[in-house]
């Protein structure tokens, strides 16, 4: 816990910020940065997305009264500042560690936390249906949804705005304008709000009439609906309505997001506007910290941090580097390469690739559905797409995986970065799903490299080798283990080991390291092992169950949900073929997965090495 926060130590609930004076406000709201800075500095986490919220949070929980007054934040990347104002500043420093808090809002951690979060443009639906349920039960208290700009690109938002703003309900969606989601926006939206910002002469009203309303007695400062009609009124003859006017909301804004006071007095004032209201607040992402400010991507998710320098903690190389070189290598060769992202250019791996081949580079936004079927009809009409997503972020296109880009039988080829343990994002970011419910899919073949190598050779099979769509999927961060008489091979499957040893290990992806290690761990304790390393996950190759079936115990490990998994798929297939042996799965079982390291996790679900050599060695004494 922090020694600086006088202010913030002292608060235990929302209710304590309600008779603080914006002069102490101001203040709290400097200690909250300074907390901020220094948890995630050490912690890691989302960092610009939080700096920039914080008048905005503490201007919710004092015009509001959570948890009576529902608060919904869309994707919760930008929910530290709510979580330490409602009761969690004591727990603060275990943000995003084992058993700590979530960097997410999870209501079983809060009553504050209204609604499960963690991926992108849910909360307008998530508040309205809260809002009309409170209206089915007479309930008269407020829903409030704050989405980000970003998150405003994915299409379930407008679905949500388009139902709700045909209603009556206790809606107030905040925009959170500060143009960027991980990377900076792009598109009509981002157009039409940098349109609505940059409009000098409304802006000009909208001053002399908030000062008009600043001098108006105490009463006057919830504004009263005549005088939000006459600035509505002003507005549209300057400039019209905009997009949320026209679907039936009221729009109130722009807004400055760190004014306390003014934010204070239109969140009152669109308490009093009887249909569901878009209140435009325009804020400044890493607001506070000069190194956030200046390179908000570099601080939307960040490893920790030197607080004086702005230098992160990462590793200088990952798979999603090497992805992005490898590609970049291919497209000079090939015009018909193209990349395409969903506003995750640079998490991705793709800065260079947009650099260098601008007009093959395409940013849709936090739009995978739209991600998959634009990269369809690029694919049926003879170009190379490859879509670049994060394991978590690709089941959102799950029917469009299906219905636009299989049943076609279209080359396009999904980058899944991210696949397996994530670690500190917890449960709405592990990519253990991938595997799963790709494998039941016709018409898709599925790769697993586990060295930057193999990423290299199997991307350029993704587009020359294999027909219909490719899935190759590769581990957050580095390179592991991998031994050095291990020579890659271009089959699809790879026996390393003892051929005539009585254990088999079956893996794929990143816990083939662990195998290996497992393997040199057992090798000391005098016992013989041989390891199956599955290079194409889907469809596998008869041909290794023949093989396989002559070992007398195998060990299936899997870094994905056992439920549906490949492991039960491969189990299936080898007793299909008269295996008699004994046959263990060993993957992840039917929970959601919370946060961790990656190591820790791996441990906890006994997938490293020490936990294969142990089970081998157990293993060993079953059948004797």
């Not at 948890?67 to 919760?76: A, E, M």
């Amino acid at each position: 816990m922090s020694t600086f926060g006088r202010l913030l130590s002292s608060i235990k609930g929302p209710e304590d910020i309600k008779n603080m004076t914006f002069r102490q406000l101001d203040d709290l709201c400097a200690e909250i940065r300074r907390e901020l800075i220094g948890t995630v500095s050490h912690n890691g986490g989302h960092l610009a997305s939080n700096l920039g919220v914080v008048e905005l949070s503490v201007a919710l929980h004092k015009v509001f009264c959570s948890p009576h007054d529902q608060i919904v934040w869309d994707v919760g990347h930008q929910c530290y500042t709510h979580k330490l104002l409602t009761g969690r500043y004591q727990e603060f420093s275990s943000l995003r560690q084992e058993n700590g808090l979530s960097g997410f809002c999870r209501p079983e951690e809060s009553e504050h936390d209204s609604f499960v979060s963690g991926h992108s443009s849910t909360s307008i639906s998530a508040a309205f249906g809260l809002a009309k349920a409170k209206e089915l039960m007479g309930d008269d208290s407020y829903t409030i949804a704050v989405i980000g700009d970003g998150a405003l690109t994915g299409g379930l938002a407008y679905e949500a705005i388009n139902n709700a703003g045909r209603s009556k309900s206790k809606l107030i969606v905040i925009l959170n304008d500060n143009k960027m989601s991980i990377s900076r926006n792009v598109g009509s939206i981002a157009r039409h709000l940098a349109g609505i910002r940059s409009k000098p002469a409304y802006f000009r009203l909208k001053s002399r009439v908030e000062k008009a309303i600043l001098k108006l007695p105490k009463a006057g400062v919830k504004i009263e609906n005549g005088i939000i009609k006459m600035k509505a009124g002003l507005k549209n003859v300057l400039y019209g309505n905009t997009i949320f006017e026209n679907m039936g909301f009221a729009y109130v804004g722009p807004v400055d997001g760190h004014n306390l006071r003014v934010l204070c007095d239109v969140l009152e004032s669109s308490k009093e506007i009887h249909r569901p209201v878009l209140l435009h607040v325009c804020t400044v992402k890493g607001k506070g910290y000069i190194f956030a400010e200046e390179n908000p991507k570099a601080f939307h998710g960040t490893s920790g941090f030197n607080i004086g320098t702005g230098n992160t903690e990462h590793a200088d190389y990952s798979f999603s580097k090497r992805f992005g070189t490898s590609l970049c290598t291919m497209a000079r060769t090939d015009t018909r390469i193209c990349a395409i992202t969903a506003a995750m250019a640079s998490g991705v791996g793709l800065n260079e690739f947009a650099h260098q081949y601008r007009n093959r580079f395409f940013d849709v936004g936090i739009a995978e559905q739209h991600a998959i079927t634009f990269a369809s009809g690029l694919a049926k009409n003879g170009l190379l797409p490859v879509f670049a997503v994060y394991s978590t972020f690709l089941q959102r296109g799950y029917d469009q995986i299906i219905h636009d880009a299989a049943l076609q039988n279209l080359k396009i080829v999904l980058a899944i970065d991210r696949a397996g343990l994530v670690g500190e994002d917890g449960e709405t970011h592990q990519g253990v799903f991938d595997a799963s419910f790709l494998h039941t899919i016709p018409n898709i073949t599925i790769l697993a490299p586990s060295s930057y190598d193999e990423l290299d050779s199997m991307l350029k099979d993704a587009f020359y080798h294999y027909k219909g769509v490719v899935a190759l999927r590769y581990p957050r961060g580095e390179q592991g283990f991998i031994p050095q008489d291990y020579h890659s091979q271009k089959q699809s499957y790879t026996f390393y080991g003892d051929p005539d040893a009585p254990n088999l290990i079956v893996t794929f992806g990143r816990l083939f390291s662990e195998a290996c290690l497992a393997r040199d761990i057992l090798n000391k304790n005098g016992k013989a092992v041989c390891i199956l390393k599955l290079n194409v996950v889907k469809p596998m190759d008869p041909s290794v169950f023949d093989k396989v079936k002559n070992f007398s115990s195998v060990f299936f490990y899997e870094e994905g949900m056992q439920e549906g998994g490949i492991g039960q798929s491969f189990g299936f297939q080898l007793y299909q073929v008269g295996f008699k042996g004994m046959f263990s799965l060993h993957a992840l079982p039917d929970q959601f997965i919370p946060q961790s390291t990656v190591a820790s996790a791996l441990t906890h679900f006994e997938l490293d090495a020490q936990a294969m050599a142990a089970s081998v060695l157990q293993g060993e004494k079953t059948v004797e």
